[in-house]
Structure formats: structure tokens, C-alpha cells
Nanobody
Framework: QGQLVESGGGSVQAGGSLRLSCAASGRIYSINVMGWYRQAPGKQRELVATITSGDITNYADSVKGRFTISRDNAKNTVYLQMNSLKPEDTAVYHC???????????????WGQGTQVTVSS
């Protein structure tokens, strides 16, 4: 079954940058939409950005102009370049993917475990 593993989180000062990666592995036939979501302590999980297999992107208003989502379809990997980070960007960042394991499987959403991003002022 398809699995997602995130990497690249860490601690950074305000104004700094981080790049997150999320690689899908296992049995994968196709991946449609891939995305990044985040959850801060005491808050609900929220959308950060999504990208389709045709590279159509969508961003939350709070990250537009600062974050860039991209993907490498050959590697089944999605990236999130985060610039001009703010303390309010502090959260656990999760990636997800709408994927099919084989031609005969229905598409379903798979989530990664998450990676912590901490931005200090």
C-alpha cells in the first residue's frame, strides 16, 4: 500500500526558510492531487497548499507569496519551499496524496506522519 514520509522540518528564526519533502513509496499506480496541511497546538488542521498531477497549484491566503509547492512525478515526491517564515507558521506539517495502488484500486487519500516546523521570533 502507498505510504508517505515527510522530511525537512526543524527550527528556524523568523524570516528564515525551510524546505519540506514528502515521498510516496510502496505500491503506487498513480497520484492525482498532493498537498500540505498543518496543525498548530489547539487548532484544527488547515490547508497550506495543493498541487495536481498537471501542476495546478492552490494556496492558503496566509502563505501566498511566501510558500511554493512543487512536485516531481518521476519520484512521487512533493515539496514545500517556505520562505519569510513567521512564528504563526509554527505547526506540524502533514502531506497527503490522492493515490491508487493499482489500476483496479479506487483512489483514496493517504497521510504522512507529519514533521514539526518551529519558527521563533
Amino acid at each position: 500500500q502507498g505510504q508517505l514520509v515527510e522530511s525537512g522540518g526543524g527550527s528556524v528564526q523568523a524570516g528564515g526558510s525551510l524546505r519540506l519533502s514528502c515521498a510516496a513509496s510502496g505500491r503506487i499506480y498513480s497520484i492525482n492531487v498532493m498537498g500540505w496541511y498543518r496543525q498548530a497546538p489547539g487548532k484544527q488542521r488547515e490547508l497550506v497548499a495543493t498541487i495536481t498531477s498537471g501542476d495546478i497549484t492552490n494556496y492558503a491566503d496566509s502563505v501566498k507569496g511566501r510558500f511554493t509547492i512543487s512536485r516531481d512525478n518521476a519520484k512521487n515526491t512533493v515539496y514545500l519551499q517556505m520562505n519569510s517564515l513567521k512564528p504563526e507558521d509554527t505547526a506540524v506539517y502533514h502531506c497527503n496524496a490522492d493515490l491508487r495502488e493499482t489500476y483496479y484500486h479506487r483512489a483514496h487519500v493517504v497521510w504522512g506522519q507529519g514533521t514539526q516546523v518551529t519558527v521563533s521570533s
